[in-house]
């Protein structure tokens, strides 16, 4: 059975791959709009800003991947990176925890958020 979540930083780091492909499909399309100039132009701008925010994002996961923990995950013994207190393993999805507290319970993305636990 799949698990549902995914590991935060491939999660990220697949959004921004899957919008520079965005990008330059908008750009693409924006070719067969060569009669209308402005089309066109408002096509290549936005192809451009999409590729520019994917770069802007891949520079995020690295500030992130400083800030995340390392930790060998304990399935299947491979060292992977978390954020926050909960995560997924990177390479086989196990649920991952820091807080001692949360050990052996259910994976919930809400533990991620501190307001659930006051
Ligand atoms: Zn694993």
Redesign the pocket.
Known sequence: MAKPYKNKINRIRSFALSLIFIGVIIMYVGIFFRSNQILMLIFMILGVFSILGSTVIYAWIGMLSTKAVQVV?P????P?KMLGRADM?G????PLTLDPTLEGKEFDERYNKKSSQE
């Open positions: 995950c399935s299947c013994g491979k992977t393993c390479h086989c999805r196990e």
